[in-house]
């Protein structure tokens, strides 16, 4: 087998990997969270944006075609990402067959414990997000206004929890993810360290503080 | 001091291994940890039972034969520290002490708190070196080493290779050791003709010992008794994703 077949199969490859497809899938959930709290200047300019992705690239691209690029290239950054994630998390487990009785943990976080968990309730959060707001499967009352299905569906108060809960452990993720991405990439140093922590914190608390507005903001009647 | 002591039991690699409480009274807080089970098994001894196996050497904590997990932290509590350093005031009078082997399946156990660290060796085997001519040693000054490029060098070989960053990590991945024998060399000028064969060989034998993953935990940096920081493994990612590259 020569470097190129082994790279990907060697654990420094797959974490390689992880943390390109992971800081692919940031680079979007911070351009979506952008895109949607434009859910507050109202109806109109909300149902313009989501008409204005669907046509982006016009005229050399038809309608759709961008976003369903976009899907594609999504679709494939989540699938190496958890195909990693699983791999490795099977690896890990083999190399530690028995447990210790007592544990001390000094310098791991809550979030860099729960990377797998969290990412589990992403994984079931976006089927459960594009069952509901995009393709209405999971809607009690879909219709045509990308802007009125999300109110009517924040409005209920089980469906806000869970895209409550999902976000929070969005944010966690991408605390530790983000730091820990740099470091796999190898592009952290000494000098860099504390300023890569800082902006870890910087874009897990304004990606979850900003997609958490929306939910909230209609359960208190200031987005109707 | 009076300690209550569980102490992991094995016979032998294939044989299931159990807790096993020791009652000790008198406990001198200047003791090492060491002469504690030192102590431990006169009594054994003395009562006609197998003393407890484990491993040790200089007693100095240079040689990175000693190593137990003592309440959850590999070598005990104290920072920089080897358990053969450690001292028994670092424990409190009437304290429970659980003491472990360090868990791994590429460090299995083989009597004990004893545990085969082999796979180190055939990491080392596999590029932790440099093909020049033996002979005497060169003069010092021969081959120019920028001085920040000889510190970092320096302080990742002080690694004794004890195995405290496998037992502390949660996913028992080998990366600190890994990459301090990678670095010490990567970063000499000696070293470089085989830096990318030795980073790829190297790798490629920790992952085939079957060590886990890094997903930077931290943990192996706290535990490390000579304080050999994350950012080599930082240092190893990149130099090894160059290699591949260049290989590829
Ligand atoms: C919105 C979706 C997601 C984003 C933005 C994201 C982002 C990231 C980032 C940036 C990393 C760091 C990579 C590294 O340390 O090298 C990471 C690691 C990880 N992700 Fe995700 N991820 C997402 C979804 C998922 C899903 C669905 C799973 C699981 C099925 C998952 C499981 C993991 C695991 C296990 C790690 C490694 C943990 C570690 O390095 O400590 N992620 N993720
Ligand atoms: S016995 Fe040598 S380091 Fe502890």
């Not at chain 1, 809607?139 to 569906?153: I, Q």
């Not at chain 1, 504390?194 to 507005?213: E, P, Q």
């Not at chain 2, 997990?69 to 920089?80: E, L």
């Not at chain 2, 005031?89 to 472990?100: A, C, K, L, N, T």
Request: with cysteine.
């Amino acid at each position: 087998m020569n470097q190129a077949q082994s790279f990907p199969r060697s654990s420094i490859g797959k974490k390689f990997l992880m943390a390109i497809t992971g800081l692919m899938l940031l680079g979007f959930v911070l351009g979506h969270m952008i895109g949607n709290l434009k859910a507050f200047q109202g109806a109109e300019k909300f149902d313009a944006y989501a008409l204005f992705l669907k046509e982006v690239g016009k005229p050399v691209l038809g309608k759709g075609d961008f976003l369903w690029m976009a899907r594609l290239g999504l679709l494939a950054a989540v699938g190496i990402h958890i195909f990693c994630a699983v791999s490795l998390t099977l690896q890990n487990r083999k190399a530690r067959p028995v447990g210790y009785k007592k544990t001390a943990r000094e310098a791991s976080t809550y979030a860099s414990r729960t990377m797998l968990w969290g990412g589990i309730i992403l994984a079931l959060y976006v089927i459960y997000h594009i069952l509901h707001l995009t393709t209405g499967h999971a809607h009690h009352d879909f219709g045509s206004s990308v802007y009125g299905n999300m109110v009517a569906g924040f409005k209920q108060w089980p469906v806000s929890l869970a895209y409550v809960i999902a976000q929070i452990a969005l944010g966690m993720h991408l605390f530790h993810g983000f730091w820990s991405a740099f470091r796999t990439l190898g592009a952290n140093n000494p000098n860099r360290d504390k300023k890569l922590r800082a902006i870890a914190v910087f874009l897990a608390v304004a990606i979850t503080a900003g997609y958490l507005s929306i939910p909230v903001s209609v359960m208190a009647g200031i987005i109707q | 001091m009076k300690l209550t002591l569980h102490v992991w039991r094995q016979k032998s690699t294939s044989q299931k291994g159990a807790f096993e409480t020791h009652v000790m009274d008198s406990v001198s807080p200047d003791m090492s940890f060491l002469e504690m089970l030192d102590e431990l098994n006169q009594a054994l001894i003395t009562n006609g039972k197998e003393p407890v196996a484990f491993d040790h050497d200089c007693r100095e904590g240079i040689c990175g034969s000693c190593g137990v997990v003592i309440n959850g932290r590999p070598h005990g509590p104290q920072r920089a520290t080897t358990a053969c350093q450690l001292h028994m005031r670092s424990y409190q009078d009437g304290q429970e002490i659980w003491v472990e082997p360090w868990r791994a399946s590429a460090f299995p156990v083989v009597k004990d708190l004893m545990v085969d660290r082999t796979s180190f060796d055939r990491i080392i085997q596999s590029g932790g070196f440099i093909s020049v001519r033996t002979g005497s040693a060169p003069d010092a000054n021969e081959i120019p080493v920028p001085k920040v490029d000889a510190d970092k060098a320096f302080d990742a070989a002080a690694c004794i290779g004890c195995g405290a960053c496998v037992a502390a990590c949660p996913n028992a991945s080998a990366m600190l050791f890994t990459a301090a024998k990678v670095s010490h060399m990567g970063l000499l000028p000696q070293g470089q003709p085989e830096r990318e064969q030795r980073v790829l060989s190297m790798v490629s034998t920790m992952d085939e010992e079957g060590f886990g993953s890094c997903t930077n935990h931290k943990e192996c940096q706290e535990a490390c008794p000579k304080e050999i920081s994350i950012d080599y493994i930082s240092r190893m990612n990149r130099d090894y994703v160059c290699a591949s590259k260049n290989k590829g």
